[in-house]
Structure formats: C-alpha cells, structure tokens
C-alpha cells in the first residue's frame, strides 16, 4: 500500500472517531458552534483529501457529510435522525 494513501487512512480513521464522540455531543447539545465547527472542519478535510488521492466515491459521500453539516450551520434544525 501506498505511503500516502496509509497515512490518510491512519488520520482518516482519527478523524472519524472524534467526529464520531462529537456528533453524540452535537446532538446533546444542538447549539453548539465549536462543536460543529470542528465536525464540519474534519469532514472537510477528509473530502479534499479524497479528492486529492482520487477517491471519488469517498469524496462523495465526505461532500454528503459536508453538505448536512452546512445545513445545519445555516440554522437547519438538529434532529436525532439527521445526526445518527
């Protein structure tokens, strides 16, 4: 396997632990912005990062994440169903 494409599995997987703890922190407390900030960030950055070693179907579904979390920014209200 490819040294970089390793290193973005490690951090990927990382990443989506915290995402993981804090959308459960997200969904008890819809309110909070620097929760949701640092989801969005994460999911962001594993979307580009898909983008940037050709994963197309993982950055879809990063963009899909992004996309949820853009609507909730935007004021959309937080609903159990849309964050688990």
């Known amino acids: 396997m490819d040294d ?5 599995l490690t951090e990927s997987s990382e990443s989506l632990d915290t995402v993981d703890n ?3 922190q997200f969904e008890q407390d819809p309110n909070n912005a620097k929760i ?5 960030r994460l999911v962001h950055t594993i979307k580009g990062t898909c ?3 050709g994963l197309p179907r993982l950055e879809a579904l990063a963009h899909a994440g992004e996309t949820l979390m ?3 920014r935007d004021g959309m ?4 169903e849309a964050v688990t």
């Open 70 to 72: 853009g609507k909730f």
């Open 77 to 80: 209200p937080v609903k159990a």
């Open 22 to 24: 804090q959308l459960v």
């Open 36 to 40: 949701l900030d640092n989801i969005f």
């Open 4 to 8: 970089l494409l390793r290193e973005f």
């Open 51 to 53: 983008g940037f070693l």
